[in-house]
């Protein structure tokens, strides 16, 4: 059976002392999980992370990555980079990237391109605003967000991971049920099996606002295999629950 993957994305949070102290907190009590676990860290700590987590059961992985492979891209981080410092995973296309720094799909999907060729898995974000739910428009709008991926990656798509995150439910503690997120879930699962025979393959994560107490009856539907979590990660013990309930 498919392994669940449950990823921290700490986004612009911690500080050297604070992510020792969480991630002795995550390995005194992780175990041995029966999910895949990660932490997306900000860049800086990238190396400090890697030295705390190496040999253990928990993957590294950053909160963007460079569309391009190396040169003048002052400020950015390139796949091979991220690589040097055992990275595994890379979040793309989060909706706050999408929003405050002008992430098209073109671009999400060409950052997808550039991870894949370097051996990282991309953790694809798709989500619809508040506005474009009540217009009815999430199916729509998830599936043009997913297709300029699937368009530029081809059959290298059954490598990605897909991450369904409502915006309006990030860092607002109010969650997608279990049933909208499965719906979601459903369309996306869909559309991979039209572009690749292996996408009961491709991990289909929840994202917004999962939290101890909700992680369970998300995780049990069908499509869900797996979470990315924003607040909850940063609590050793509410990170570890959700990761208990990956089964
Ligand atoms: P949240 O964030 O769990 O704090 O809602 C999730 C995310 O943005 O990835």
Known sequence: MKKKLIAGN??????????????????????????????????????????????????????????????????????????????????????????????????????????????????????????????GKTEEVVKRQLAAVIHVNGHCISEIVVAYEPVWAIGTGLSATAEQAQQVHAVLRAQLKAATSNADRIKLLYGGSMNAGNAASLLAMQDIDGGLVGGAALKAQDFLTIIAAAV
Request: hydrophobic share 40%.
């Open 10 to 135: 700490w986004k612009m949070n911690g500080s050297l002392d604070a992510n020792e102290a969480l991630l002795k907190g995550l390995l005194s009590g992780v175990g041995q999980p029966a999910c895949q676990v990660a932490v997306c860290v900000p860049s800086v700590y990238l190396g400090q992370c890697q030295a705390l987590l190496a040999g253990s059961v928990i993957d590294l992985g950053a909160q963007d990555v460079s569309s391009h492979e190396v040169g003048a891209y002052t400020g950015e981080i390139s796949p091979s980079m991220l690589k040097e410092f055992g990275v595994r995973y890379a979040i793309v296309g989060h909706s706050e990237r999408r929003q405050y720094h002008g992430e098209t799909d073109g671009m999400v999907a060409t950052k997808v391109q550039r991870a894949l060729g370097s051996g990282i898995t991309p953790i694809v974000c798709v989500g619809e605003s508040l506005a474009e739910r009540e217009a």
